[in-house]
């Protein structure tokens, strides 16, 4: 039974770390019909903000506690920065494109993007464990877990009820949706569309950036971080459905089950089991568990 316990735990915050760093592209795609790859770039650079200004913080004796507020502080500044400039000056010149060329030019903007930050960051690894350890731990019967980990138990459930709350129960919620239905019907009654793109690709980024943000204290912030968690992320959304909010919750679930049984029972298979179920899944559901209906245009 312990043995149990222990696959669910490690199961269920590994997907909460996935959910966090997934549902920003399943957003992002939901809305603006976009494959994003710069999403795990922008993971990159929330970790490598973070890893920056909180090292700074703790350095200079400010108070430890205060350090997270300073990751979720550094997601937010590296998303205000870049992704206002990445949408507004490039991407909404290419919505009318085929979206496999909007495909290969966020791939080419990831790759900018990872060299930018080899130039800013250098390639050396940084390390900010201190707010990792700082909350104590946890004990569920002989094992003992970091407290941090339910931080990002949190931040999930906090994105994913938050998100749920903002596209069903708010004005601005029933707008977004009628964007994401009929973007051209809803400017020509008078929706601002390429307002709503511009805030949707800036939350979507932000949470890939918060998401790398509270990772960089559990990791060694390294060059080539974004490129692992943009293929999770991808995996995780493709089992759950492009643009579904509760696919990729349980894309999440399902994927962070998977790798903790892997782990546990059968680790050199890790990998393969991910892309497996994500395989399994789309031999009998193409479009995802949560596939969202597209309307025929004629």
């Given amino acids: 039974m312990e043995h149990i316990a222990a696959v669910l735990v490690d199961g269920i915050i590994y997907s909460a770390w996935l ?17 994003n790859i710069t999403h795990g770039s922008f ?23 205060l ?10 500044v590296v998303t205000l920065v870049f992704a206002p400039l990445i949408e507004r000056g490039l991407l909404r010149f290419m919505y009318a494109k085929d979206e496999v060329v909007i495909l290969l030019i966020t791939y080419a903007l990831f790759l900018i993007l990872e060299d930018t930050i080899k130039l800013v960051w250098g390639v050396d690894p940084y390390f900010i464990a201190e707010p990792y350890g700082l909350l104590g731990s946890f004990d569920i019967g002989s094992l003992s877990y970091p407290t941090y980990n339910l931080i990002l138990v949190g931040l999930a459930l906090a994105s994913g009820i938050g998100l749920a709350w903002l596209l069903n129960r708010t004005r601005t919620g029933k707008l977004l949706r009628a964007v994401i239905h009929d973007p051209q019907v809803s400017s020509a009654m008078g929706v601002n569309v390429d307002r709503f793109y511009l805030v949707t690709f800036t939350c979507g980024s932000m949470l890939a950036a918060v998401g790398g943000a509270f990772t960089a204290p559990t990791v060694s912030v ?29 894309g999440a679930v399902i994927v962070g089950l998977v790798r903790s049984i892997s782990i546990h029972y059968m680790p ?7 892309y497996f179920v994500m395989a399994l899944v789309l031999a009998f559901r193409p479009r995802g568990l949560f596939s969202l209906a597209e309307a025929r245009k004629i």
């Fill in 268 to 274: 050199q298979v890790e990998l393969f089991v991910i």
């Fill in 222 to 250: 390294v060059p080539g971080l974004g490129v692992e968690v943009v293929v999770l992320s991808f995996a995780v959304v493709v089992i759950g459905g492009l643009g579904s909010l509760p696919g990729a919750a349980l």
């Fill in 67 to 76: 350090s997270y507020a300073v990751l979720l502080a550094a997601a937010v």
């Fill in 19 to 35: 959910f966090i760093a997934a549902v920003g592209m399943t957003l992002i795609y939901g809305v603006m019909k976009i494959v």
């Fill in 43 to 65: 993971y990159a650079l929330g970790a490598y903000a973070a890893a920056s200004l909180t090292g700074a913080w703790l350095a200079h004796g400010y108070p430890p506690m």
